[in-house]
DNA sequence: CTTAATGCAAACCGTTTGCATAGAT
DNA sequence: ATCTATGCAAACGGTTTGCATTAAG
């Protein structure tokens, strides 16, 4: 109940109505933890726990949460968006091109490259993605074959 | 005729057989410069040019060039891919969230940022990509709404 | 002549949308 | 009671694929 009140206060401040879907994909993203999850995984998790939530409605909500800032949307080099929970800190990703893990990572000095570089460019920047794909640790040290 | 031989040459040195797809495509490729083009763009040319060539051959043409190290393929912050000749030079992108135009740069401080990333996350680097999106000049002050 | 490349149309896959129904306030 | 959210199925847009035809070596 109070893992539920937590979340009701989240979708309330978002402006959306509580709602069992709704409430449902935010504990899965909460408990997902640094995991990115797209779209796919979350309904798979929905289905297998027993609830009875459409993919369309995985996608409205998490494209409603998007606009509500609770959570930030990646593309990554591959075709489908990944999701996680907007902890409000901006960072950039390392991505595995083996097992598809993604490490997070900050570097205020690149940060502040970047912005020179926008402005240098003239651009008023919005937004930027820094990632870096390569082989995990764990992947390399299994790669036997 | 000269500028056929010069792409031949690419086409062969990729061992690709020279045909008038291919020819044709590596052509707009190098006509656009800096431009980035996606597939419908080229396909778009091909046809206005009198050209008679399927969609499904742009795709698979430009997938063998990148294959072949020939062009490099891009997947900014929306669903399609770009492309553009690979010139051997890594750089990055500054794209502009208005007017979807590219401009390029490199900052050997952030290649060298992310190497040292990588290496203390232990992830053998394969390839990286960093984008900053915003509005560029142009956008800014043509922005009279 | 042999094998690879092309054009066309149909398939694909992640994602979005229209609409009638169920649910939140 | 009202108005939004949901489920379903159909649509969508970029991309890929199967197959018969054409062209390169």
Redesign the interface.
Known sequence: MVKLNVQNTDLKKAGLKITLPRMKILQILETAGDRHMSAEDIYRILIESGDDIGLATVYRVLTQFEESKLVVRH?F?D?HSVFELDTGFHHDH?V??ECGDV?E?T?A??EK??CK??EK?????????????????PC?TSAVL
């Open positions: 593309h080099s075709n390392l595995c091109v490490k990572f570097d000095l690149i490259r970047q570089v926008a460019a003239g651009f008023a920047m919005t937004d930027h993605s820094l990632n870096i794909y390569g082989v995990c640790h390399q």
